[in-house]
Nanobody, 125 residues
């Protein structure tokens, strides 16, 4: 596994978390990257995507204005800053990667072939 997520945890509604996805083998620094999530009993769903340069991003409607995807190529890390978390954000969050030219597909919700192991986010009072 080359993509390693971290930063999940248990928070109360309205609080924030920042997820990280580190490319330990420095393979995906020029790949399009995305975050997906899967809640119990639900299908895996698209959350946010970043082009290989980080200059273009896309968000699922329910997280617009609350979540922000960014990347630090020097650290080979992609972040998902999550603010004003809601109970419905509770899910296992996965980092995903695809070729640079597959960004349109990725931001359309179709995942690439490379996944991390996931990190759990639980929002509960």
């Amino acid at each position: 596994v080359h993509l390693v997520e971290s930063g999940g945890g248990l928070v109360q509604p309205g609080e924030s978390l920042t997820l990280s996805c580190t490319d330990s083998n420095r393979i995906y620094s020029n790949y399009a990257m995305a975050w997906f999530r899967q809640a119990p009993g639900n299908k895996r769903e698209f959350v946010a995507a970043s082009s290989w340069s980080g200059s273009v991003t896309k968000y699922e409607d329910s997280v617009k204005g609350r979540f922000a995807i960014s990347r630090d190529k020097t650290l080979n890390t992609v972040y998902l800053q999550m603010n004003n978390l809601k109970p419905e954000d509770t899910a296992l969050y996965y980092c995903n990667a695809d070729r640079p030219d597959a960004y349109e597909k990725l931001q359309g919700g179709l995942p690439g072939p490379y996944w991390g192991q996931g990190t759990q986010v639980t929002v509960s009072s």
